[in-house]
Structures are given as C-alpha cells and as structure tokens.
C-alpha cells in the first residue's frame, strides 16, 4: 500500500517538474530591422521558472548569415537588474540566424527562427535653394552691394 501511494504522489508532481521551464528569455527579436541599425537586446538565464544570474560566464550574441559567409560576435555585458545587454548590429541584407552564446551545458541547445533583415534605407535627395549649384551667389551679391555703399558714403565724406 506504502508503494501504491508513493507512485501516486510521483505522478502528481510529474506535471509540475515538467512545466518548470529552464533557459534564455529575450525581450525582443531583430525582425524589422535594416541592415546597420542597432538591435539593443536584453536577455535573462531562466532555471525552473526563476531569474538567475550565473557567475564567470561571458555570454555573447553570435549571428550567422544563412550562406554562412559571414559571422559576428558581439560581448554582452551584465546590467544592475541582473539581466545581460548587447547590441548587435547586421552588416548586411539577408536571412541571419542568431543566438546565445557563452553559458556552457547550462543553455547549449536554444535556438530561435531566423530572421530577414532589410536592405538599408537610402535618405531622400532634397533640391537646394540655390539652384542645385554650390556658389553662394546671394551672399556674394550682398556682399558687393555692401562695399558700393561703403565706398560711395566714403567718396561723399571725403568731397565735404
């Protein structure tokens, strides 16, 4: 009976120790983004539903581009919250693969979907006020008239 009722209590806590969940929570994805923009990204160790902060690790977010040309690490560091910050920057458009590099056994198998990142914006091309040419004609207009006016006030002085 003893052994009957052992069994039942660890079939009851089964779902509980199943549901304890371990591993790195982000607080958000790079999808979005344009190729050079920053990507500021926070990020926590989790162990059975709680927030801890592992000591002696160096953690890092590792992004690999999907042809697997290029790839880029970039050092976390750790904030007053406890939680690790980095920001990470694609080089280029494409499809990139991203994750959580530096914690060991404790997280060595988390992965996220890739993401696409987009081609970067090109700025608008605005027409300048002075005709598309880069001379200063107005100024040295105004300049000019000033030194008419100097030089006739001088010639009225110098007849009186």
Do not use: C
Not at 57 to 73: C, F, K, L, N, Y
Not at 112 to 138: L, Q
Not at 140 to 147: D, K, L, P
Request: avoid cysteine.
């Amino acid at each position: 009976m003893r052994a009957l009722a052992t069994a039942i209590v660890l079939l009851a806590l089964l779902p509980a120790a199943a549901a304890a969940k371990t591993g790195i929570s982000i607080d958000s994805t790079p999808d979005g983004l344009s190729a050079g923009q920053p990507w500021d990204l926070t990020f926590q160790y989790i162990r059975h539903d709680a927030q801890v902060t592992p000591r002696g690790v160096t953690p890092s977010v590792r992004i690999v581009s999907e042809d697997g040309a290029q790839t880029r690490s970039f050092a976390a560091h750790l904030t007053y919250r406890g939680q690790w910050s980095a920001r990470v920057v694609f080089p280029r458009a494409g499809v990139w693969d991203y994750s959580i590099q530096g914690f060991g056994r404790l997280v060595s198998s988390q992965s996220w979907d890739p993401v696409n990142i987009a081609a970067p914006e090109k700025p608008a091309v605005t027409a300048s006020s002075s005709g598309g040419t880069s001379f200063p004609y107005g100024w040295a207009g105004a300049g000019a008239a000033v030194a008419l006016l100097a030089a006739g006030l001088l010639v009225v002085r110098l007849r009186a």
